[in-house]
C-alpha cells in the first residue's frame, strides 16, 4: 500500500471526532505509532521493513474498524408522537383518582430526541454476526477474537514491568548481552507471531526468542503462549491407525512421536497423555500373574489363533461378527481375517486368507477346543496343508493369541471412542500393519523385521536362558541350612555344609 494512502487513512481518522485524546492512550493508538515507526524506519532489510509495515496497517485498519463499529446509543424518531396518539372512541375519558391530572408528566414533542440505550444483545455488532453470517465464518472470527483478546493480554502483561520482560516503553526489546534495543524489533509483532505461529516459516522480528525465553518465566504469560501446541502433532499420530503409535500404549506411542519429533520433552507427552480422554480412558489396570512361558521351535514354526468376538458390532460392519486372529510364537506377527460365522466352512475360509497373509504354513497350530477349531473339515483342512494341530486345556487357553487381542482391541476401542464409530472391519488391516511395525518389548525388534536369517537370535535373546521368575536366595558354594519343618531330604538333621545350585529352591534359605 503507498504511503500517501496511509497518510491519507490516518488523517481521516484524526478528523473524524473529537476523541483523539482517549484514542491515542489506547490499543489503536499504540498500533498507529508501531504504523508509523514502521514507515520511517531505514534500517534493516527492505522486504522485512515491508513485510513489517504491512503488518502493523493491517492490524491498525482491523482495529480502526472494530472502533467504528462498536456499540452506538440509538434514538427514536417520532416515538412520543406514537405513545400519545390516542384512540377516537366518542368517549371521554376521565383520569381517575390514582391517576395525576398534571398532565407534564405526560410524553410530549420536546422529548422525541431523547437518547434510548440499547441492550448489549441488540447492539449492532451482535445482529451483524447472526444469521447472516455462516457457522464457518462465526467459528473463524470467534477463533480471532480469541488471539486478539490474548495479544492484548500479553501485552498488558509486558507493560506491566517493561524492563522486567526486556522490552521498552516504545514497543523496542532489549537485547540481554549487549543491553541495547534489537535493529528491527517490534513488540507487537512479536506478541502476534509467539501468539499465533502459523505459518512456521513466516519470518520473526528480532528478539522474539529472547521475548520468548522472559515470557516463559512468568506463570501467567507462560499459560498464554500456546501451551498445548505440540498436543496437535502428538494427537495427529496417535488417532492414526496405521501408524504404528496409532492408539497404542504410552511406550509405543512416544517412540513413534519421538521418530518424528526429535525435540520432544518426556514432561510435554505426558501432560498430553493426561489431557487426552481416549488415553486415560482405555489405561488398563496392571496385574500381574504368574504363567507359564510357551516357548517355539523357530519363525513361523509355532502359531497361535483365535477368535476375537464383535457379535454387538455386526450391524455395521456387514454381517462380521468375529476376526480370527493368529499370531507368530517368536516374531509375535499378527494375521486377521473378519469372519461371519462360527461354521467350519467360514473358519476354513479365515484360515485360507490367513495361510495367504503369512510367509509360509506354519508347521504346529494353537487353538481352544472350541468346535469352530475341532471340527472335521478343519482337521482335514489342516492334514491337507500339512499342520500339527494342538488344542490346549488350560485357562488362558492360547495365551499368546488373546494377549494378542486384547492388545488389537485395546486400539481399536480407543479408536471408536475417539471418532464415535463402531465399524473395525475396514481399520483391522491397518491397525495389524500398525502393530506389526511397532518395536515388541519381548524381543526388542519390530515384528515384521523377524525372518529366518535371525530368528536364531532372536530366539537365543528371548528364551536362550531359563530366567526363574525371582532370582535365587542362594548362590552356588554359599552356606546355607534348611528349615527341619519344610525340607524332608538328605540334609535333614545335618551339619550346615556348602551345596550345589542346583539343589537350591524356595525351600532353602541362605545362612544369616
Known amino acids: 500500500m503507498p504511503y500517501e494512502h496511509y497518510k491519507g487513512l490516518v488523517a481521516a481518522r484524526e478528523t473524524k471526532n473529537d476523541d483523539d485524546d482517549i484514542a491515542e492512550r489506547t490499543n489503536l493508538g499504540f498500533v498507529k505509532r508501531q504504523v508509523t515507526a514502521a514507515a520511517q524506519k531505514r534500517k534493516g532489510n527492505v522486504s522485512e521493513r515491508n513485510a513489517m509495515y504491512n503488518q502493523q496497517l493491517r492490524r491498525y485498519l482491523k482495529m480502526r474498524k472494530e472502533q467504528k463499529e462498536r456499540p452506538v446509543r440509538v434514538q427514536l424518531s417520532n416515538g412520543a408522537q406514537l405513545l400519545n396518539k390516542t384512540v377516537e372512541t366518542g368517549v371521554q375519558v376521565r383520569p381517575g383518582p390514582d391517576e395525576p391530572k398534571d398532565q407534564s408528566l405526560l410524553i410530549t414533542d420536546e422529548d422525541e430526541e431523547e437518547e434510548i440505550e440499547v441492550p448489549k444483545f441488540l447492539t449492532p455488532i451482535n445482529l451483524k454476526a447472526g444469521s447472516s453470517r455462516s457457522p464457518r465464518a462465526n467459528k473463524k472470527a470467534t477463533k480471532q477474537q480469541k488471539l486478539t483478546e490474548k495479544k492484548d493480554h500479553l501485552l498488558a502483561i509486558i507493560m506491566s514491568d517493561p524492563q522486567r520482560f526486556g522490552a521498552t516503553e516504545r514497543g523496542q526489546i532489549i537485547n540481554p548481552k549487549t543491553g541495547r534495543e534489537f535493529i528491527d ?63 497404542a500404549g504410552a511406550s509405543a506411542l512416544y517412540a513413534a512421536v519421538k521418530k518424528k519429533h526429535p525435540k520432544l520433552k518426556r514432561a510435554e507427552f505426558e501432560d498430553f497423555l493426561q489431557r487426552n480422554t481416549t488415553y486415560t480412558l482405555f489405561k488398563p489396570k496392571r496385574e500381574k500373574f504368574r504363567r507359564l512361558r510357551t516357548v517355539p521351535t523357530g519363525f513361523m514354526t509355532d502359531v497361535q489363533a483365535d477368535l476375537a468376538d464383535f457379535q454387538a458390532l455386526s450391524r455395521k460392519n456387514s454381517g462380521y461378527r468375529y476376526l480370527l486372529l493368529a499370531v507368530d510364537v517368536l516374531s509375535r506377527r499378527m494375521f486377521g481375517s473378519p469372519v461371519k460365522s462360527k461354521r467350519p466352512v467360514d473358519v476354513k475360509r479365515a484360515f485360507e486368507e490367513l495361510f495367504e497373509q503369512m510367509p509360509r504354513v506354519p508347521d504346529t497350530m494353537y487353538t481352544d477346543r472350541g468346535l469352530e477349531f475341532v471340527a472335521k473339515p478343519l482337521k482335514e483342512f489342516y492334514a491337507e496343508k500339512g499342520i500339527q494341530k494342538f488344542e490346549t486345556s488350560s485357562k488362558k487357553k492360547a495365551a499368546v493369541a488373546e494377549r494378542a487381542i486384547r492388545t488389537l482391541k485395546t486400539r481399536l476401542y480407543k479408536y471408536f471412542s475417539a471418532n464415535n464409530t463402531s465399524v473395525w472391519v475396514d481399520v483391522v488391516p491397518k491397525f495389524l500393519s500398525a502393530i506389526n511395525n511397532s518395536v515388541c518389548r519381548a524381543t526388542g525388534l519390530r515384528p515384521n523385521e523377524i525372518s529366518d536369517t535371525n530368528a536364531r537370535e532372536v530366539w537365543k535373546r528371548v528364551y536362550g536362558i531359563a530366567h526363574l521368575d525371582k532370582r535365587p536366595k542362594i548362590r552356588a558354594g554359599e552356606t546355607a541350612i534348611s528349615p527341619i519343618t519344610l525340607i524332608t531330604c538328605t540334609l535333614w538333621m545335618r551339619p550346615a555344609q556348602p551345596i550345589p545350585s542346583t539343589i537350591c529352591s524356595k525351600t532353602i534359605m541362605a545362612q544369616s
Open 185 to 247: 524489533s517490534d513488540l507487537g509483532w512479536s506478541i502476534e507471531r509467539l501468539v499465533d505461529p502459523r505459518p512456521e516459516n513466516a519470518p520473526s522480528p528480532s528478539g522474539t526468542k529472547e521475548l520468548k525465553k522472559k515470557l516463559a518465566q512468568d506463570p501467567q504469560a507462560s499459560r498464554l503462549l500456546n501451551p498445548f501446541f505440540m498436543d496437535k502433532k502428538i494427537n495427529k499420530i496417535y488417532t492414526d491407525p496405521a501408524n504404528p503409535g496409532g492408539y
